[in-house]
């Protein structure tokens, strides 16, 4: 079992700046697949951002990229959310997750690759 939680969300105004770190224990060896998703209220859970082990692989949304920066430190078993810019759309609960099929360097970003999840982090931004 892997657990993951997640921590740094909080209020944010338009055009601020977040940063989310997700904190990984229990078996958390072998290769693994970071990535961040989130859900809004009434809303589908969405790709946020992933990153494969060895941090040369990594995937954004489009409503993201070039806002957000996804990385990983495998010593301290973390993952981190760089979130820039912040816009009232970015408003959601978001959550780490591990895809520990995916093969080396290689990122998925379809929810249902992922087996753990963190119980997930609020961010909102005002505009």
């Known amino acids: 079992q892997v657990y993951l939680v997640e921590s740094g969300g909080g209020l944010a105004q338009a055009g601020a700046s977040l940063r989310l770190s997700c904190a990984a224990s229990?078996?958390?060896?072998?290769?693994?697949?970071m990535g961040w998703f989130r859900q809004a209220p009434g809303k589908e859970r969405e790709f946020v951002a992933t990153i494969s082990w060895s941090s040369r692989t990594i995937k954004y949304a489009d409503s993201v990229k070039g806002r957000f920066v996804i990385s990983r430190d495998n010593a301290k078993n973390t993952v981190s959310l760089q979130m820039n810019s912040l816009k009232p759309e970015d408003t959601a609960v978001y959550y780490c997750a591990q895809d520990y099929s995916a093969a080396p360097d290689v990122v998925r970003v379809a929810a249902e690759h992922y087996d753990y999840w963190g119980q997930g982090t609020q961010v909102t931004v005002s505009a």
């Open positions: 229990g078996r958390t060896f072998g290769i693994n697949t």
